[in-house]
């Protein structure tokens, strides 16, 4: 993305980056809905879109090139490419305990509520699926009582219903880990902390990050939301710049940004200018990373602090399980074009993304479906994932673990700092919250 000058108004990678934080808020929004009740003991014993030789599936993948209207341009290669041969890979090698998927792949604009939710009518009425990889909406399926993959969810599920099995684990629970890790590394010692959240949206975890900064004893001096309507920038840029006016004046020495504050603190920062420029702690790596794409200025980003579970970025791409399913791709498909993971790789050119999201997402369910033996319902679906056991998943070195009641995987916290000479986030060290 070109680098644009600064002339006193907001530059256009802010807008950019700020216009898609409103548009994912209002998703994640729709994903916090109420799961209504459901006849439970109906989807538990479900078999739909399972026969004696083949299994449905949903793939509704984000097309991402519905988000170059909102100002970010983003390539992740052919992803129905890169599903489908990797399927058919499965397929003919026996599929899952004898059974051949059969997918039902969609493209689902990312902007707004409407088609996300139209194609989980599609996918659970007309199509039938038994489960579904990586829904926008996946509160939509576990109504449905279709079991959901690699979905990122906004709160639990309430037992009984299908789950959604991830490798990420939600907010709530990653929060207290890496705020632990941090605490131990010294990052809040003789710190006065202002906590801020980035929209409305970011107050429940807000909460968490408050009731786990209490515990561990960090100095809270202030806290505060940006509530301004999103997409409304001069309103937005208005309250952050109270908002560090008022943490300067409390003695605010150490920022803890939540949520999508942790890309809207820098961004506020570069657009205002401001002087007051403390050390803080992202607690969303994911949408910080996301939005260094924009027009930051390094000052604003070199004394950030941030994690992530997820292995780091060079290790997925050098995973051997990752390389197998990049060259089933190339092979079926020899004309797509793959870029290779580089750091600060322009968002036009992660064409590497869609193979790494296919290839991992498949090789969680595979792994769910097949510790669920021939008799595949979405009840021995679930009591499979709740039991996976030191499991390797594709893209990661590190053996993985659900449990009864948790159905993402805990473990390490990969501490990240801002490079500069690439523009990207590093880990710079891996270490154990216990």
Known sequence: MEEAPHT???????????????????????????????????????????????????????????????GVNLNWGNVTHDYQAIINNINSTGGINGRKLVPFIVAVDPTEAAPAATTCTQLTQDDHVFTVIAPLMPTCYLQAGVPVVAAVLSGSVPS?????????????AYDPLQ?????????????????????????????????DLAKLHVDVVSTAVDSATQGDLPAENGQVAVIAQRFQAAGVNEVVAVGYGSSIWPEALT?????????????????????????????????????TPATAAASVWKNAAIQRCLHIVKKAYPSDQIHPYAPGLPGSETTYVGVEQACTDLSLFTAIAKAAGRHLTVSTFVHAGFGLRNVVIAGSNTPISFAPGRPYALGPVNVLRYDAANNTMVVVSTKSAT
Not at 14 to 19: A, D, P, Q, T
Not at 48 to 70: D, F, L, N
Not at 163 to 172: D, E
Not at 284 to 300: F, V
């Open 271 to 307: 657009s205002i200018q401001s002087s007051f420029n403390p050390p803080y702690i992202a607690t969303n790596s994911g949408d910080l990373t996301g939005a260094i794409q924009g027009n930051h200025q390094p000052k604003y980003l070199n004394n950030v602090l941030t994690s």
């Open 8 to 70: 006193g108004s907001k530059p256009r990678g802010w807008e950019m980056s700020k216009r898609w934080a409103a548009v994912v808020g209002m998703l994640i929004l729709a994903l916090s809905y109420g799961i209504p009740n459901v006849d439970t003991a109906s989807a538990a014993s479900s078999t739909q879109g399972v026969t004696s030789t083949t299994i449905r599936i949903g793939v509704p993948y984000v097309e991402v090139a519905a988000v170059k209207a909102v």
């Open 179 to 211: 705020l632990s890790v941090f605490n131990k590394m010294g990052a809040f010692k003789n710190k006065k902390v202002g906590v801020f959240a980035g929209v409305t949206t970011d107050e429940a975890e807000m909460k968490v990050v408050l009731t």
């Open 160 to 172: 009984g219903l299908a789950q959604n099995f991830s490798l990420v684990p939600p907010a709530s």
